[in-house]
């Protein structure tokens, strides 16, 4: 059985991470009135993308970060923290008043942080904030690919545990789900899979009871299984209707589902 879970990327080492949006007020003088004067250090809305420059030994990070009428941000900055297990970690920060109900920061714009490497990234991933994590590996230069739930470098598609376990994760299904394995080649997987029910669904004995369960039928491509279709019908009558290039072979002895 595989359960989907919480996915995390962890690499390497841990660094500071900002709480939300500002964990640290910077006091300017100024009276805290009209447009708001208090400027609070915080992390960017998002990451939106990451490349080198200068031969790779500089990263322009690009970050979504609060606007307005006012002035919303200030002293935008981009550093190296540390490079640890071949990740360079860093981290890109700035100063905002975004917090303050009057500041008129409601809106939202595209900024550009450089950060100085010192020496060429090389074949490195990058950690920005100890959240989104870039990789050249694959990517069309300068720009860095995205790793994502599943890592910088996904299982190939096979007939595996660990390949089924990816699969799960990349469904449309909530947490907590467990599969089965109805059949697999190198081209189609089916898996029924379970989702239990109850106030508390965590763990088995968390007080959660058997719960709806759906048939998925998945095709391999180079990033991993993808699920193209559902149906829970006995045999390949039902499936064929939906996807009529599925082998004989993986469907004629399908049970129908178990609803639960």
Known sequence: MWQRGIRTVVLGATMVILAGCGSETVDT???????????TLAAPLRIDGVRTSDGGRSLAVDAEVPDGAGDCVRSLRGELDTVE???????????????DRASGCTGTQRVEATVKL?????????????RDVYTPAGAAPPALRHCGENGC???????????????INDTDIPEHTSGEE????DTWLVLDLSTRTGPVCGDAGDGCSSGVSQRWFYRAETSGWRPVTTNGDAGCAGVHE?????????????????RG
């Open 118 to 130: 010192g020496e060429p990234l090389g074949a490195r991933r990058v950690m920005v904030n100890s």
């Open 85 to 99: 297990h071949g990740t360079v970690y860093v981290r890109v920060t700035y100063e905002t008043r975004s917090l």
């Open 29 to 39: 003088g100024e009276e805290a009135t009209g447009a708001g004067t208090a400027w």
């Open 182 to 185: 109805r059949g697999c080649d």
């Open 242 to 258: 939906l996807l009529p290039e599925l082998p004989e072979r993986l469907c004629a002895s399908l049970p129908r589902l178990d």
């Open 153 to 167: 470098d996904p299982t190939p598609p096979r007939c595996t545990p660990s390949s089924y376990r990816q699969a």
